[in-house]
């Protein structure tokens, strides 16, 4: 009989307003059951910071020139972070995925910085934290999302899907997953294909008192 594990994932995206949180039960292959899904927004100091550090990094030398804001800043998410965990009461066992907020991301140059300490968060919350599980797929010829594939592989093969399937995931950034069967992980092909609302999303945060291009 296969083990099924609780698992929490914490994720924000390229907008940079807030963590989403889902609790799923999976046997890490081919089943998976959501539990729970809940937002939690940023506060407004997280916010500003998060999206005037943006503006400041465009290339991998502004990472240590701009070093102690980010330091700064990364503990403030982390900490936002052990609040959600602590919030959402969560069995001993659940396992924690700890994404954190992309701050500078760049396949070419094989880097991609998240904003998130995952070794503090495991000191705050005594759970087990899996974080930095992007850099190892960039080092190895990816793109930095190496989960993604393998959830449209499996949500593909549980609703029966006719092969080949494509998934457009339209975010900040806009990005292509194409399944080709159901079986065999190395035909899975995954990669960035543009911008998505980021582009939009910075207009109206720039025109508007709105942070983001809410219903388009």
């Not at 995952?118 to 759970?127: A, C, D």
């Not at 974080?131 to 960039?138: A, E, G, L, S, T």
Request: a positive charge.
């Amino acid at each position: 009989m296969q083990k099924n594990w609780n698992s929490l994932g914490l994720m924000s995206g390229t907008s940079g307003d807030g963590v989403d949180a889902s609790i799923i039960r999976t046997n890490g292959i081919d089943y998976y059951e959501t539990i729970k899904d809940k937002y939690f927004e940023y506060d407004t100091d997280i916010y500003r910071d998060i999206h005037n550090l943006k503006e400041k990094i465009h290339k991998i030398e502004h990472l240590e020139k701009h070093k102690f804001e980010i330091n700064d800043l990364e503990r403030k998410i982390t900490i936002f972070h052990a609040e959600i965990i602590k919030n959402l009461k969560i069995k001993n066992d659940t396992i924690i995925g700890f994404h954190g907020q992309t701050i500078y991301h760049n396949p070419a140059e094989k880097i991609s910085k998240q904003l998130g300490n995952g070794e503090l968060l495991n000191q705050l919350t005594n759970k087990k934290i899996v974080f930095d599980f992007r850099k190892n797929d960039i080092l190895n010829g990816g793109q930095g999302a190496p989960l993604t594939p393998i959830f449209h592989h499996l949500i593909s093969t549980q609703n029966k899907m006719k092969f080949p399937v494509c998934f457009l995931n339209i975010g900040g950034i806009s990005n292509v997953t194409i399944v080709k069967d159901n079986k065999d992980y190395s035909e899975l092909i995954s990669k960035d294909i543009g911008p998505g609302n980021c582009l939009i999303d910075k207009w109206v945060r720039k025109n508007s008192k709105k942070k983001f291009d809410e219903n388009g």
